[in-house]
């Protein structure tokens, strides 16, 4: 069985209206819950082998604040595709990991964050900024990651809820 940890992005900022979207940054409230979620990843022994994270700032940045206050050791991996996308997009990219990685993480977006979560456990859940939610997934290759598949969500953790 594999594990697949789905992260929002960290609160944003909208100070600066001139930044494309692509381009914003975290705001104070996100350099906090980013640090807080890669805590609570390493003091629940949930440290991801891998890490996938949009180029979006907001969300590379969130992965970056995660991967360091979690003990992760590995690079990211980057990919501009989960950036607006819908989880076809994350499954896909899912699909390409090496099977030697058992616990991956996803940072991306809403609406798809959201929706991947339901689409994978058949439940809906929300997600605000920073929420993570942890799946076990009845596969042994991460190639047979696809929309038909039903995980169990073994957990949801909003900052605000902590």
Not at 16 to 40: C, E, F, I, V
Not at 110 to 130: D, I, K, Q, S
Request: glycine share 4%; charged share 25%.
């Amino acid at each position: 069985m594999k594990e697949l940890l789905i992260l929002r992005h960290a609160k944003s900022s909208w100070s600066n209206s001139r930044l494309a979207d692509h381009d914003r940054p975290l705001n104070k409230r996100g350099r906090q819950d980013a640090p807080r979620m890669g805590r609570l990843l390493r003091d629940e022994g949930l440290t991801p082998d891998l890490i996938i994270t949009s180029t979006a700032e907001r969300a590379l940045s969130t992965a970056e604040l995660v991967a360091l206050n979690s003990n992760y050791e590995d690079s990211l991996q980057l990919t501009r595709s989960f950036y607006h996308a819908g989880p076809e997009s994350y499954l896909a990219q899912l699909r390409q990991v090496d099977d030697a990685y058992q616990r991956v993480m996803v940072v991306g977006h809403n609406p798809g964050m959201e929706e991947l979560v339901e689409e994978l456990t058949g439940h809906y859940e929300r997600m605000p900024t920073a929420a993570l939610a942890h799946i076990r997934l009845p596969v042994t290759r991460w190639a047979d990651c696809h929309e038909a598949i039903t995980g169990t969500l073994l957990n949801i953790w909003r900052p605000k809820e902590l």
